[in-house]
């Protein structure tokens, strides 16, 4: 059964930074695109970003030149580095592996906070 994990959320100043990890096991981790998506209360979930299983990668607007997504095979596991952190960026953030014909599978996500 695939299984994704979230950590490294948490509280932390405008201007600051964060990075998210999400461990992978129970999938071929490598075939499927890896993403990040947000959800602020009240708001739907959206896509923040994404990279594939050849490394190429996508961001939302609100979001490029301050975010970089990567990924470790070896390790099994994605990252979002966040940089120039904003208090709109508050919100959960999910881990999500999707691929299409299988199965996908989403994180239980984890709490960003941007305050001062």
């Known amino acids: 059964q695939g299984q994704l994990v979230e950590s490294g959320g948490g509280l932390v100043q405008p201007g600051g930074s964060l990075r998210l990890s999400c461990a992978a096991s129970g999938f071929i981790f490598n075939i499927y695109t890896m993403a990040w998506y947000r959800q602020a209360p009240g708001l739907e979930r959206e896509l923040v970003a994404s990279?594939?299983?050849?490394?190429?990668?996508n961001y939302a607007d609100s979001v490029k030149g301050r975010f970089t997504i990567s990924r470790d095979n070896i390790k099994k596991t994605v990252y979002l580095r966040m940089n120039s952190l904003k208090p709109e960026d508050t919100a959960v953030y999910y881990c999500n592996a999707a691929m299409p014909t299988r199965k996908n599978y989403w994180g239980q996500g984890t709490q960003v906070t941007v305050s001062s």
């Open positions: 990279v594939n299983s050849i490394g190429s990668t």
